[in-house]
């Protein structure tokens, strides 16, 4: 049973550029939420994707978007990338109505 | 606002008992969770408290008490393999889908 996955798992980007991070949810799960965890921190939530819907979001700006397949699969975009967007970026997934999730082993951004 | 406290960091022996406190202020009150994460690693889940009182799964035991806004999670027999940081996250009330982590409990298990 496959459990989440996200590639790439390490990315070096420069300031202004964009970037795609993707997440494949665990075998039978169909909601994915991103979070973004800085060095040393919890991890903050960004959204969640549910029916191919953002159906929520943390404090996070309109650069940061999103999209979910109906595989349940998601991207996460970053665009106009800041060297304070640097941190690991988590997917978790879930079950509708189940509350544990279960992540994904990050993707590692630098921005230099 | 939403706010949750855990200690920044714990050191202990192996073999013994180490207890990492959770307090939260939080809008509502949907549920509790312990996560364990090795530097460079994604979190794996622990545990999950919704109702008051002792949850216990081997080695590790989680605790809550929602009137005091309060949890731990109790760890037995620690191992070498059992440093890592401790997430405490809630889910703030049942409209929301957003978790709210804390920082991280940093333990260090020493010979």
């Known amino acids: 049973d496959a459990g989440v996955t996200q590639s790439p798992t390490h990315l070096i980007k420069t300031r202004g550029q964009q970037v795609t991070l993707r997440c494949s949810p665990k075998?039978?799960?169909?909601?994915v939420s991103w979070y973004q965890q800085a060095l040393g921190q919890g991890p903050q939530f960004i959204f969640q994707?549910?029916?191919?819907?953002?159906?929520q979001r943390g404090n996070f700006p309109d650069r940061f978007s999103g999209h979910q397949f109906p595989n349940y699969s998601s991207e996460l975009n970053v665009n106009a990338l800041l060297l304070g967007d640097s941190a690991l970026y988590l997917c978790?997934?879930?079950?509708?109505?189940?509350?544990?999730?279960?992540f994904g082993p990050g993707t590692r951004l630098l921005v230099l | 606002g939403q706010n949750i406290d855990q200690p920044t960091e714990m050191t202990a022996t192996e073999g013994a008992i180490v207890q990492i406190n959770c307090t939260y202020q939080?809008?509502?009150?949907?549920?509790l969770f312990w996560y364990q994460q090795h530097a460079g690693e994604a979190p794996t889940f622990l545990s999950y408290?919704?109702?008051?009182g002792l949850e216990e799964k081997g080695r590790f035991s989680s605790f809550l008490s929602r009137s005091k806004g309060y949890s731990y999670l109790l760890l037995k027999e620690l191992q070498m393999k059992d440093s890592a940081s401790y997430l405490c996250?809630?889910?703030?009330?049942?409209?929301?889908?957003?978790?709210?982590f804390g920082t991280g409990t940093r333990l260090k298990v020493l010979a």
């Open positions: 978790a997934s879930s079950i509708q109505g189940r509350e544990t999730q279960y």
């Open positions: 939080t809008s509502g009150f949907n549920g």
């Open positions: 996250a809630v889910r703030p009330f049942s409209g929301t889908y957003k978790y709210i």
């Open positions: 994707y549910y029916e191919e819907e953002e159906r």
């Open positions: 075998s039978g799960h169909d909601t």
């Open positions: 408290n919704v109702l008051d």
